[in-house]
């Protein structure tokens, strides 16, 4: 969950505040309740960690230039110990030697911990980072003097859990190590230095020529080489360059106030480009190279969907899509459900696993617990070279550029747009639908960038409607089928980011409980797309309304609802099957917008994090 960087400097020494400090406000979404910053320079390592966001590092060191020739930094999301100036990264062994920066969990901590001590060895954080680093140290002052490489090889065999690390020793000037082991880590090769980091977004604006470490990997980088060691056997292993096609300007906020409302505003453009790539015309068939290899001769009789979060929001609409088109018998379960329960699964499944990031612990679980029952799997993921598309026997890419907020919004209408992608291409091979029919939803999905941007030029009717509901503390989001994860969805987005409790809820499911909760002025907001079930919305509407509740109703048929005493949006015609990339929208800016109202910090909400890489 945490960010972190490291940099070797190829010859003499420089101010490396703006690279140390830049790079942590790029992976900053990864966690920010402390950071930390250490250079080694002449005077030896300067080390300076602060609780807090990077801003309070950036007061407390004033001036600071940061000169050295190599370097690294941390942005956390407390695990162990609270977020505290002492528990805060880097740390360092006892004497000074070794200092490092940890993402991830030690599980054998303890244990390793009372052997350090029994060595004389004092602790002074709470964490699970500061042992490691004292298990360094100690095996490179008594067993491995003068190899720094050998120390840590040897101290990461001893380590359970998951982690990536970034190493500097003060005896060391050009030496950086970095470790891999089930947390994302890559190195950066630049022209003047090279870079460790969590996600490529950490040395974007320097490198985009990146070489991803795989579990039991080491890199040495030291002057201008890099080298890739197996952790294990202790032999160099030689590993291709990859070219990102990230650029440093989409992973910055572009004149927005913040990253979410950029993320927001970027959907139309990134939908068209992604529909561009793969569904250039209706008169075409869907174009998803690599798909028909994956599905040749795969009686496919289950797709089994796993996600976490808005990710598994966008399964829930992915059932609905992918056995509406295709016909083919779905299951959705939260990863972190299908990692422990073994739902009857085989080889005559495939595991779909959505996710942005494509590190979220609980969803690389689920793939490997169901493909370790035979289930074949696919990954619909953001993030290029991300665990999850190494350990997914195929990927499909969102293609929706780097999403920095911590509230997912662009990822998710792209996760739908391939999921629709593959729903049309499922049917087209199957023949599970009329093709003038198939050629009319090419169509109007095609068409659907623009009527998000129409949406968007009425962004000031839903900052109206937030004006409303500013003072609420609750809300109800209502949907029956394909609006019921969009509801879910729209809550979790209000929830998250402006702390108001919200519920997601199936409408027909009100009267059996949820119903006891209304009374004057409880709000809710109704999802009512023109389809079979619009009147059975319209009727649930009208028992909150028997009970004087308050109403806000999304709909692409305000007609239905001029009778009636409530706050309607009105958003473009569509088929129902897309109602929920266009409903999408105005859910994202009343959660970005209520937030707003409250002071909230929309990019860095409490307690969240961007990738969830622990269980
Ligand atoms: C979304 O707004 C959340 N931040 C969160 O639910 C997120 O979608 C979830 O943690 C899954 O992340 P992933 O897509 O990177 O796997």
């Given at each position: 969950m945490c960010g972190i960087l490291g940099t070797v400097i190829h010859e003499g020494s420089e101010p490396l505040r703006s690279t140390l400090i830049g790079g942590l406000r790029a992976v900053e979404y990864r966690g920010y309740d402390s950071s930390g910053v250490a250079v080694l320079g002449s005077d030896g390592v300067m080390l300076s960690k602060r609780a807090g966001k990077i801003s309070v590092l950036e007061d407390y060191l004033g001036e600071e230039p940061l000169v050295g020739?190599?370097?690294?930094?941390h942005t956390r999301w407390a695990t162990h110990g609270e977020p505290n100036?002492?528990?805060s990264h880097p740390h360092q062994d006892n004497h000074e030697t070794i200092t490092l920066v940890h993402n991830g969990i030690i599980e054998n901590y303890s244990e390793l911990k009372l052997g350090l001590i029994a060595k004389g060895i004092h602790f002074h954080s709470e964490t699970d980072t500061e042992v490691v680093a004292n298990l360094i140290g100690y095996l490179y002052e008594n067993e491995y003097p003068g190899n720094l490489i050998d120390a840590v090889r040897h101290a990461c065999r001893q380590l359970k859990g998951s982690f990536?690390?970034?190493?500097?020793?003060r005896d060391n000037p050009r030496m950086l190590i970095g470790v891999r082991q089930q947390m994302p880590l890559l190195v950066g090769h630049g022209k003047?230095?090279?870079?460790?980091?969590?996600?490529?977004?950490?040395?974007?604006?320097?490198t985009r020529d990146v070489t991803y470490l795989e579990d039991g990997e080491m890199a040495v980088l030291d002057h201008d080489t890099v080298r890739f060691i197996d952790i294990a056997t202790g032999k160099q292993i030689e590993k291709k360059r990859e070219r990102v096609d990230w650029d440093i300007e989409q992973a910055q906020k572009g004149g927005f106030d913040t990253f979410m409302l950029k993320e927001i505003h970027e959907q139309p453009q990134v939908l068209r480009q992604m529909l561009e790539r793969y569904l250039p015309s209706p008169a075409e068939p869907v174009y998803l190279p690599g798909l028909d290899e994956f599905f040749e001769d795969h009686d496919t009789r289950l797709i089994s969907l796993v996600g976490c979060g808005t990710a598994w929001h966008a399964c829930k609409v992915g059932r609905y899509v992918l056995e509406g088109l295709a016909k083919i018998p779905c299951r959705v379960e939260y990863a972190h459900e299908a990692q422990y329960h073994f739902a009857p699964i085989d080889d005559s499944a495939v595991t779909i696993a959505i996710s942005q990031s494509g590190e979220t612990a609980d969803t690389l679980g689920?793939?490997?617990?169901?493909?370790?029952?035979?289930?074949?799997?696919i990954a619909i993921c953001n993030v290029v070279g991300s665990s999850l598309t190494r350990i997914a026997d195929f990927t499909l890419y969102t293609t929706a550029g780097p999403e920095i907020s911590v509230a997912s919004t662009k990822a998710f209408t792209c996760q739908l747009t391939m999921l629709y992608l593959m729903g049309l291409w499922l049917a087209e091979r199957n023949g599970s639908l009329d093709p003038d029919e198939l050629r009319r939803l090419k169509a109007e999905l095609i068409a659907i960038p623009d009527k998000m941007a129409a949406i968007l030029h009425s962004k000031k009717q839903i900052d109206r409607l937030a004006r409303v509901y500013r003072q609420v503390n609750h809300m109800y989001f209502l949907g029956r089928g394909l609006s019921y994860p969009v509801a879910m969805e729209g809550a979790l987005k209000l929830k998250e980011i402006s702390y108001v409790h919200a519920e997601g809820y199936a409408g027909g499911e009100m009267k059996h409980g949820a119903i006891a909760l209304i009374e004057p002025g409880f709000p809710s907001c109704i999802l009512a797309p023109q389809s079979p079930l619009l009147e059975k919305m319209v009727a649930n509407m009208e028992e909150i309304l028997a009970r004087k509740g308050?109403?806000?109703?999304?709909?692409?048929?305000?007609?239905?609802?001029?009778?009636y005493d409530v706050h309607v949006f009105s958003f473009p015609d569509c088929p129902q099957l897309y109602s929920p990339l266009l409903m999408s929208l105005p859910l994202q800016l009343f959660a970005y917008y209520s937030a707003m109202l409250r002071g909230c910090d929309i990019d860095q909400p409490r307690n969240l994090a961007k990738s969830v890489v622990v269980e």
């Open positions: 020739s190599v370097g690294l930094g100036d002492v528990n990536s690390l970034v190493i500097m020793a003047h230095a090279s870079y460790l980091g969590s996600d490529v977004t950490a040395f974007l604006s320097m689920a793939v490997k617990a169901q493909k370790a029952l035979g289930s074949r799997s308050e109403v806000m109703v999304l709909t692409n048929n305000p007609d239905r609802f001029s009778q």
